[in-house]
């Protein structure tokens, strides 16, 4: 019977990806859904599973949601292509899914996150919990475009080895992935009030101090500063998309 099914969703990794496989090829099986890459994903794919799915991208809960119904595993480790499993954290997975002692319907996972090889550490960055191991039969997904979880019914703990989150290589990234998320993300707020001259002002204000200042941002040097700048900007993006949502309109 396989115990552990590890899951990836994923569109044109190619440089992750293989990495990302090496660091889970110990699990029962890796689901792989692949939303019609272009690239060479699914060629390094192939080397560590047989069980590549391809479906048409509809938004994150969706394509999580396909993904998990592809599992047969009692248990799910989802992954990001650009998430790592250590060996700390394969070993302390296997002792849980396989005690006796094991209560837990799920478990919270910290993660340690990277911009370029610099570790965030504040920027509110850490340690990120994310429910990331948890029984199939317990769990569904959020329904949201952007920030989806998966959820478990009963009770949940939390694991103490890190899973390694490589989630910015250079600025030329980080301007690409917020100009795709801050869309959904503003998609998503754009119901909950009118956005106007002092959002616009002040919201980005905020973002960087809260980042910065209240999360400590200033603690990680350089790379912190960038990290809250971004955050700003993605401040910035949201709430300018947002009014031109709600003033789409009034275009002449």
């Not at 990495?19 to 080397?47: H, M, N, P, Y």
């Not at 478990?152 to 694991?159: A, H, K, Q, R, S």
Request: charged share 30%; aromatic share 14%; hydrophobic share 35%.
């Amino acid at each position: 019977m396989i115990k552990l099914s590890a899951v990836i969703i994923c569109k044109n990794e190619e440089k992750n990806i293989e990495a990302c496989l090496e660091s889970i090829k110990w699990a029962d099986e890796i689901i792989l859904v692949d939303a019609e890459s272009t690239d060479g994903t699914l060629e390094f794919a192939r080397k560590y599973t047989n069980k590549i799915f391809v479906n048409k991208w509809v938004g994150f809960s969706e394509q999580r949601k396909f993904a998990l119904e592809k599992c047969s595993g009692e248990w799910i480790f989802p992954i990001d292509a650009d998430e790592r499993c250590t060996e700390k954290l394969k070993n302390e997975i296997l002792e849980k899914i396989n005690s006796k002692d094991t209560r837990e319907n799920g478990f919270k996972i910290q993660r340690k996150s990277f911009y370029r090889n610099h570790w965030i550490k504040y920027c509110g960055w850490y340690p990120g919990y994310q429910l990331r191991l948890f029984k199939k039969e317990k769990a569904s997904i959020t329904n949201r475009l952007i920030h989806e979880a998966y959820v478990v019914e009963g009770e949940t703990g939390y694991l103490k080895n890190d899973l390694l989150h490589y989630t910015i290589g250079s600025a030329k990234e980080y301007v690409e992935k917020i100009n795709h998320y801050s869309t959904l993300q503003a998609l998503e707020k754009s119901k909950r009030g009118k956005v106007g001259f002092w959002k616009l002002i002040l919201k980005p204000v905020f973002a960087f101090l809260l980042t910065y200042i209240l999360k400590r941002g200033f603690l990680d040097g350089i790379p912190g500063l960038i990290v809250s700048y971004f955050n700003m900007l993605t401040t910035i993006l949201i709430y300018t998309k947002i009014w031109e949502m709600q003033n789409s309109n009034n275009d002449d």
